[in-house]
């Protein structure tokens, strides 16, 4: 005869099952604010003459000593970094700064320049490709979304993952930015700055323009954005094009062509020591490798977007790799961006070749559900039972032509809210949020 629990006993196994399941479906927040270690401040010394601060901005920068002055690489996000930076350094930072060089062109690498130029007159250097890039057209937010949670409050903001913050404590200006006095054209260029020879390496990836930058003598490579501690962003989410994962791969086995004793990224920590940056250079190419072969594998079988990120991820080993964790990309956002790129909008369904538009779609599926109020019903029932993603939908249905029905709207934003809390990938989880204060705002209280 089995022994009846003493009921105090009883409430503390209750309590441990409790806590234990609610520790796993915020397993992805959790791991997400471990990220944040990435970003703490710290210069560090990757090699001698070279060091890198990371944590003062949105982007690391780094510091080259010569022997007649330094050259820096990228320059943080804005002026007020630059200055922290510059702070940091210390007496590191050897006047007169002989070269500027920008690994690319997004703003988070290259608006301090002037702070880092100060009274000095460096060369500002790019490839040919930098001054030809066009601005991102979504990064100002989509339907009140955005991926850096610049609006968040700060009990619910995180990091970005690949970074702390961009533009959350200072705006995003463009008052340090230098332009470049001097580009190269090719596959690459060597110079000597201040007595360091430096060689620049066009690898495109993260953007068209991207160069590394590559101390033969000091064995150290500092690849820009095609390599950091979190799964690439090869389809972002903030209205952009697809960054060609083919050219990015190419660059990638240049690089490990190179054997770097050192790494430095343009964001998260340094990896110091041989056998570690070719373990780290060579996982992130089989990484995006793996996920764009599997893919056109699948597009040439037929294969629809659905069906092809049911069955596409990452090789155990690669999966389980700190530097593939989605806490920038998304493997599914890569497979879905790559399809449109490869194949079109259309997925072969013949039935979506003119499909009804999406406010007709709505009227009929109400209707057929029985009217907004049983829409509404449905979707808190599906709150109630966890299926966060769908509550959203059924929300939407409604909000497609009514956006200021306050239920559908409530409803809605706390699906987005609880699909936030259970996320690692920090774009998704500052977009939810964002859009979720969006469709809160104004709303009359309870």
Do not use: C
Not at 191 to 203: D, E, K, N, P, R
């Amino acid at each position: 005869m089995a022994r009846a629990i003493p009921t105090t006993a009883a409430a503390a196994l209750l309590a441990v099952v409790a806590t234990t399941a609610m520790a796993q479906e915020y397993a992805g927040r959790d791991r997400l604010r471990a990220q944040s270690a990435e970003f703490r401040r710290e210069v560090i010394q990757v090699a001698s003459g070279v060091y890198v601060a990371v944590g003062y901005s949105a982007s690391n920068v780094v510091l080259v000593q010569g022997d007649s002055g330094s050259i820096i690489v990228d320059t943080g996000t804005d002026s007020t970094a630059a200055r922290a930076i510059v702070e940091a350094f210390g007496p590191r930072l050897r006047r007169p700064v002989r070269a500027i060089v920008y690994t690319h062109s997004h703003p988070d690498h290259t608006g301090g320049g002037r702070v880092f130029a100060g009274d000095d007159t460096p060369d500002v250097i790019a490839h040919e490709t930098f001054v030809k890039a066009t601005p991102e057209a979504g990064r100002g937010g989509r339907e009140g979304g955005d991926q850096f949670g610049m609006a968040l409050p700060v009990d619910q903001f995180i990091n970005v993952g690949v970074q702390a913050e961009f533009g959350r404590v200072v705006p995003p200006t463009r008052e340090g930015y230098l332009p470049p006095t001097r580009t190269f054209s090719g596959d690459e260029s060597s110079l000597t700055i201040a007595g360091v020879y430096v060689q620049l390496l066009h690898t495109p990836g993260e953007t068209p323009d991207t160069i590394a930058v590559w101390l033969p003598d000091a064995r150290v490579l500092m690849p820009g954005d095609n390599v950091f501690r979190a799964f690439p962003n090869v389809a972002p989410i903030r209205g952009s094009r697809l960054r060609n994962p083919e050219a990015w791969v190419a660059s990638l086995d240049r690089v490990i062509a190179l054997k770097p004793e050192h790494v430095v990224p343009g964001h998260t920590r340094p990896v110091l020591g041989a056998a570690a940056s070719g373990a780290t250079l060579i996982v992130y190419r089989d990484g995006l490798k793996s996920i764009v072969e599997q893919t056109l594998t699948g597009i040439r079988k037929g294969e629809r977007p659905d069906e092809l990120v049911a069955h596409v991820t990452l090789p155990p080993a690669l999966a389980a790799n700190p530097f593939l964790q989605e806490f920038y990309g998304g493997v599914e956002w890569t497979v879905r961006g790559i399809y449109a790129d490869q194949v079109g909008w259309f997925d072969g369904n013949a039935t979506k070749l003119f499909p009804m538009p999406e406010k007709e779609r709505a009227t009929r599926l109400v209707t057929l559900i029985g009217g907004v109020a049983r829409m509404v019903e449905r979707g808190r029932a599906a709150l109630a039972a966890k299926d966060f993603t769908w509550a959203a939908e059924l929300a939407d249905y409604v909000l497609v032509n009514d956006g200021a029905h306050v239920e559908a709207r409530r409803l809605k934003a706390q699906a987005l809210t609880e699909l936030a809390e259970r996320q690692v990938n920090a774009i998704a989880r500052n977009y939810y949020l964002t859009t979720a204060q969006f469709l809160l705002k104004d709303l009359p209280a309870r």
